[in-house]
């Protein structure tokens, strides 16, 4: 029988017994990732922190990636988070992803951010705030090769290289497109011809005298499934970097040896025991059928657990999985832990992570909700407290021992 022991859990962070709900993240893991990321792509990696580094802390997460891990690159995808990076002290390169809106240029320009450029329309506006500033700033272009989104059609990527001819502030720096379904073996034809397709506008810009220093094509799925020929010389990896792309994967090859850098936790704050009949929550679409210890925990609608678990997610009490009973609440949600022996105040109820032997993945929370694992920790709101567990590493290349202490965000 498990038992609720603080250390069985794994939860080492000092401040973490003094809150009631929080998120860890588990910066050895995060290390490790990435070092097995950058062996696997053999190019630099572009370290994805965009939507608060996936929900694991933009700041924190950034900072250990720069001063403990030695990333090459930062990809975010907006103005706005590559101006907190480097007010934050990132000094690393970083690429704005989704370009910037008009206003934004002198921000890109005075903060030494590189952008793609959505549309040929913002090329005078970011030549006039460089040129003002006199300094030069990198554009990285998106050709877009299948995915529909922000990249440039074939025609605005011809006017694109005639018109930088006339912008001696901006320099060409790379070349890159987005996979579409990277992670669908059915679509694998279709990965190859949009590979196929970024090649030729590769040559297109050579041939124009062009002479762009990074060619980027692969995703977390593009590494996982289209290597070498998706390598480039530069790879932008999000998911796999946290552990958590596993449902974003092609399943027709193996698995990486990646792990989950967050898990979710909240302890029980108030214990009953109701008769059958009970309705639970609100709406009442829950009503026992047995005597039930029900325990309620401090983690709702308002913290990132999405509604649609009621009645339908699990969490993990004593190393049990037990069910969300009732709908969730904004602050609160409700368990079943009738069948959790000596279940006391305090104990930690996992919604994402392990205790013991038993597992609750990203990937299994996220379907409960038809959704990925990405869209659910990065849907984890600024209330829930981020804590950084800092284990006994290895030396990172040209890095420090050790990372830094814990920290909350």
């Known amino acids: 029988m498990s038992s609720c022991n603080e250390g069985e859990l794994g939860i080492t962070d000092a401040s973490s017994p003094h809150l009631s709900a929080w998120a860890e993240i588990d910066l050895a893991r995060l290390l490790q990732n990435y070092r097995w990321l950058r062996r696997r792509a053999g190019v630099p990696v572009m370290a994805m922190v965009k939507a608060n580094a996936y929900g694991h802390g933009l700041l924190p997460v950034a900072t250990f990636l720069q001063d403990v891990v030695r990333a090459d690159w930062f990809g975010v995808a907006t103005t706005e988070e590559g101006v907190a990076l480097r007010r934050a002290g990132i000094t690393r390169p970083i ?14 320009v005075h903060y030494d951010l590189a952008t793609t450029l959505p549309d040929p329309d913002y090329l005078p506006v970011l030549e006039q705030a ?23 059609s074939p025609d605005q990527f011809a006017a694109v290289l005639e018109r930088l001819k006339a912008c001696p502030h901006l320099r060409l720096d790379g070349l890159m497109t987005h996979f579409a379904s990277a992670d669908l073996p059915e679509h694998a034809d279709f990965t190859r ?29 593009g590494l996982h499934a289209f290597l070498p020929e998706a390598a480039g010389n530069l790879v932008r990896l999000g998911g796999l970097l946290y552990g958590i792309a596993g449902d974003a994967l092609s399943p027709a090859f193996p698995p990486p040896p990646t792990q989950p850098v967050l898990s ?32 309620t925990v401090p983690l709702g609608y308002g913290d990132g657990l999405h509604r649609i678990q009621s009645n339908r997610g699990q969490a993990l009490v004593c190393g049990r999985k037990v069910p969300i009973i009732g709908r969730v609440s904004m602050d609160v949600t409700m368990l079943d832990v009738t069948d959790v022996p000596d279940v ?28 990925i694992a990405l869209e659910a920790t990065t849907a984890l709101t600024a209330r829930v407290p981020r804590c950084y567990r800092a284990a006994a590493m290895s030396s990172a290349p040209g890095g420090r021992e050790d990372a830094p202490a814990s920290a909350r965000e």
């Open 95 to 108: 690429l704005v992803l989704g370009g910037f809106w008009f206003g934004q240029e002198a921000a890109i």
């Open 130 to 152: 460089a040129s003002q500033a006199g300094r030069t700033v990198a554009v990285h272009l998106e050709i877009d090769t299948g995915i529909g989104r922000l990249g440039l």
């Open 193 to 221: 011809d949009q590979i196929r397709r970024h090649t030729r506008a590769v040559h297109q810009a050579r041939a124009a005298g062009w002479t762009p220093r990074y060619i980027h094509l692969a995703n977390s799925a």
């Open 264 to 295: 979710l936790h909240a302890r029980i704050l108030g214990l009953k025991t109701v008769p059958p009949g009970t309705p639970l929550g609100y709406g009442c679409t829950f009503v026992t059928r047995r005597p039930t210890r029900v325990a």
């Open 344 to 371: 006391a105040l305090g104990n930690v109820a996992t919604f994402i992570g392990s205790q013991g032997e038993t597992t609750i993945t990203a990937e299994e929370y996220a379907a409960v909700m038809g959704s």
